[in-house]
């Protein structure tokens, strides 16, 4: 069984571009969130959503997006980039409640 | 505000030892706990779980012990191997809300052959 799959799996962006992060969730899954991980810290919560609509946000501005379409896969989108975004972004899935969540390999976000 | 923490950055172990990593916690609304593996240049794999109703779950060399009373959670890993090295994640979650995970910043471990 495929796993959750994301893309690009590496980005360079320089400061002021906006970009879009894709995820795919396992078959059977209704529930993405997104996770930010900076070096040296553990993965920091973004987005979660289920069945298409928003289920929580985590502690980022506003120039952070994201939307979960009807085949339950979902984008993040991050606009007027910062150095600071740099990062790996993480997207995980589940069947959702309080179910397990199983993550992606990520994507390498680097911002010149 | 960390509400979880692994405060060992690093551990190395004998292979065939114990290998014991930490983590706690400080909301005491969290109620299922998670610990992840994760290899460089991949994403977190889910290893073992438990649930604040129980205070033990095994899983192969897996074992992770839960104190709720000292908001500690320990993950045992038993006989440890070289494949075993990583860095390992403890997260936690809380029914109410989102079920978004909490993690900690990770320890990295070594077994050496």
């Known amino acids: ?112 | 505000d960390q509400q979880v923490k692994q405060n060992s950055p690093s551990l190395s172990v004998q292979e065939g030892r114990i290998s014991i990593l930490n983590c706690d916690y400080t909301n005491s609304m969290f109620d299922y706990f998670l610990w992840y593996k994760k290899y460089p240049a991949e994403g977190p794999t889910f290893l073992i779980s438990i649930s604040s109703i129980k205070d033990k779950n095994e899983d192969g060399r897996f074992t992770v012990f839960l104190n709720k009373s000292a908001k500690h959670l320990s993950l045992h890993i038993v006989p440890s191997q070289p494949g075993d090295s990583a860095v390992y994640f403890c997260a936690a979650s809380a029914l109410t809300g989102a079920n978004n995970l909490f993690f900690g910043t990770g320890t990295r471990l070594t077994v050496i052959p």
């Open chain 1, 1 to 112: 069984d495929a796993g959750v799959t994301q893309s690009p799996t590496h980005l360079i962006k320089t400061r002021g571009q906006h970009v879009t992060l894709r995820c795919s969730p396992i078959s059977g899954h209704k529930s993405v969130s997104w996770y930010q991980q900076v070096l040296g810290q553990g993965p920091q919560f973004i987005f979660q959503y289920y069945e298409k609509e928003e289920r929580g946000r985590g502690n980022f501005p506003d120039r952070f997006s994201a939307r979960q379409f009807p085949n339950y896969s979902s984008e993040l989108n991050v606009n007027a980039l910062l150095l600071g975004d740099s990062a790996l972004y993480l997207c995980a899935s589940s069947s959702g409640g309080q179910e397990t969540q199983y993550f992606g390999p990520g994507t390498r976000l680097l911002v010149l």
